[in-house]
C-alpha cells in the first residue's frame, strides 16, 4: 500500500487549504480512511476520518472547519480545511483507519497569526 499526501503550503490564519492523498495497492473503495496530524513536539493526533460507506468523524479541534471526503473512482482522499488557526500548523498524513501502513512525508501545513 501506498499512500502519498499533498496540498500543503503557507496559509495566514483564517484561510484555506485542500490536501489530497492518493492511494494505490488497496481495494480503495472498502478502506475506511484517516487524516492525521503532528505538530513540532506533539504526538501524532487523527483529525478525521471517513468509513467506506462515506460517514465521517472529526477531532473536537477542527469540527465545523474542516471537511473529509473520498472519491473511489480516483482512489483518493480529501482533507478541505476552512478558518485555519496557527495551532493547525502541522505535519498532514492520511492513512487507513484501522490498519496504518507507513506514513510516508506528509504534508506540511503552515498557519501564520
Known amino acids: 500500500v501506498q499512500l502519498q499526501a499533498s496540498g500543503g503550503g503557507l496559509v495566514q490564519a483564517g484561510g484555506s487549504l485542500r490536501l489530497s492523498c492518493a492511494a494505490s495497492g488497496l481495494i480503495f473503495s472498502i478502506a475506511d480512511m484517516t487524516w492525521h496530524r503532528q505538530a513540532p513536539g506533539k504526538q501524532r493526533e487523527q483529525v478525521a476520518t471517513?468509513?467506506?460507506?462515506?460517514?465521517?468523524n472529526y477531532a473536537d479541534s477542527v469540527k465545523g472547519r474542516f471537511t473529509i471526503s473520498r472519491d473511489n473512482a480516483k482512489s483518493a482522499v480529501y482533507l478541505q480545511m476552512n478558518s485555519l488557526k496557527p495551532e493547525d500548523t502541522a505535519v498532514y498524513y492520511c492513512n487507513l483507519a484501522n490498519r496504518f501502513y507507513s506514513w510516508g512525508q506528509g504534508t506540511q501545513v503552515t498557519v501564520s497569526s
Open positions: 471517513i468509513t467506506s460507506g462515506g460517514r465521517t
